[in-house]
């Protein structure tokens, strides 16, 4: 995977978690057309740039449990 790729998956995925609507990581993953393996790992890398995100059972989705202002651009040629 590539930067422009991870960087495009990190923004999806911010959306899919702020609607509360990601599914089961196993859903996620399909969504996404990755492993979960990769859902882990990117989930992880949010984690590290300050995200607070939790597996919610009830609503079966990733959340985050506080506010966050994740900003990651890129330049398209």
Same mark, same amino acid.
């Given at each position: 995977?590539?930067? #422009?790729e991870?960087i $495009?998956r990190i @923004?999806r995925l911010?959306v =899919?978690i702020? =609607? @509360?609507n990601? +599914?089961? /990581?196993?859903v #996620?993953s @399909?969504? #996404?057309?990755? +492993?979960?393996r990769?859902? &882990?790992?990117l %989930?992880?890398?949010?984690r590290?740039? +300050?995200? @607070? %995100?939790e597996y919610?059972q009830? $609503?079966?989705s &990733?959340?985050y449990? !506080? /506010?966050? !202002?994740l $900003?990651? +651009? &890129?330049?398209e &040629?």
């Amino acid at each position: 995977m590539n930067f #422009l790729e991870c960087i $495009k998956r990190i @923004e999806r995925l911010d959306v =899919l978690i702020r =609607l @509360e609507n990601t +599914g089961s /990581p196993r859903v #996620l993953s @399909e969504r #996404l057309n990755i +492993g979960e393996r990769q859902i &882990y790992r990117l %989930i992880e890398q949010m984690r590290n740039l +300050g995200a @607070e %995100i939790e597996y919610s059972q009830c $609503k079966v989705s &990733y959340i985050y449990t !506080k /506010p966050v !202002k994740l $900003k990651i +651009g &890129y330049i398209e &040629y």
